[in-house]
Every structure is written in C-alpha cells, then in structure tokens.
C-alpha cells in the first residue's frame, strides 16, 4: 500500500500517520469488494449502487438530491446521469419527484423496496461492526470518527484536485 512518505516530523508520528493511512486503504477496498458482492447481486452498476447511497443519505438528511448535484457527487456528465437514473427507475430503485414547491425542479427518491433490500444487506455489517467495537471507549470511538471524517476531507480535495487538473499534452484525453 502507498503510505504517506512525504510526512515529516517525529518518526512515532510519521509511523502513525502511515498506519492510519495504511489502515484506512484497507477498509476503503475491503468495503468496496463487499458493496461490490451487493452491486453484482442485484444487478448494479458501481455508479448505480453510489447513486442509490447519495440520494438515500441525501433523503436521510431531508435534503432530496436533484439530479445535477447527483452528477456532481458521481462525476458524471448529464447525459451519463440520466441514463443512470433512467436504469436505476425502470428496476424501480429510484423515482423522480416533482418538488411541491418549485414544479420544474425534480428531485430523486429512493423506493421502498429498494431501501428494504440494502437495509437487509447492511444491516449485518453494521452489527458486526459494532461488535468490533465493543471493547472501546465511547471517547475513543469519537475521535475515530473525527480522524475518518478528516482523512475522507483529504480525499475529496485529493479528488476534486485530480479532477480539475488537465492530462499531460502528450496524453489524449480519455472518450
């Protein structure tokens, strides 16, 4: 794994940074190969099953996605958003709704049925994962929810920067 190199200062917390770093790898692949395992049961895409993840969390948070600020999230173009939307309907994960207050925006929600099936899927994870847990400090608990919140922050600007930097001029653009 790539671990984090460029870090200066004293050896224990350059070795510490690493380790999270490191530790964090790990479960960003472990949990993909695992929503992976979800995707293919039911027929989904990578880009489907993050979709259905954005606009539920969205949903969660009373905040309806649209589907310009699901293209965003997704890095998509519009087109590629729609047919995604168009796919994730016609299985009937997701519907757009109009919103009541502004007719022309829509907005995505999630179907119940589609909820049901990731909440029997997840729902395991979430209790073996507490399980994990069991031994630690609420305390303790808290800042690794802190530091996995700051280490996905960097991940995101890592991400946006790679996004918004142009290919090398001998290197085409990919179609």
């Known amino acids: 794994m790539l671990a984090?190199?460029?870090?200066?200062g004293p050896p224990e917390r350059v070795a510490a940074l690493d380790e999270v770093a490191r530790a964090l790898q790990v479960s960003a692949v472990e949990s993909d190969v695992f929503v992976d395992v979800f995707a293919r049961a039911h027929h989904l895409g990578r880009s489907d099953l993050n979709a259905i993840m954005w606009i539920a969390a969205s949903a969660e948070q009373g905040r309806p996605l649209t589907a310009g600020e699901l293209a965003g999230r997704l890095g998509l173009g519009a087109s590629a958003t729609t047919s995604l939307i168009d796919r994730l309907e016609a299985v009937g994960h997701v519907e757009r709704v109009r919103d009541p207050r502004d007719r022309r925006r829509l907005t995505l929600s999630m179907n119940d049925t589609a909820l049901a099936m990731a909440?029997?899927?997840?729902?395991?994870?979430?209790?073996r994962m507490a399980e994990a847990l069991t031994d630690l400090p609420t305390e303790d608990l808290l800042v690794a929810a802190e530091v996995i919140r700051r280490m996905t922050g960097a991940i995101v600007a890592s991400r946006e920067a790679a996004r918004s930097?142009?290919?090398?001029?001998?290197?085409?653009?990919?179609?």
């Open 119 to 127: 909440r029997d899927f997840f729902q395991p994870l979430g209790r």
């Open 165 to 175: 930097e142009r290919p090398p001029a001998d290197r085409p653009e990919p179609r």
């Open 4 to 8: 984090m190199r460029e870090q200066t």
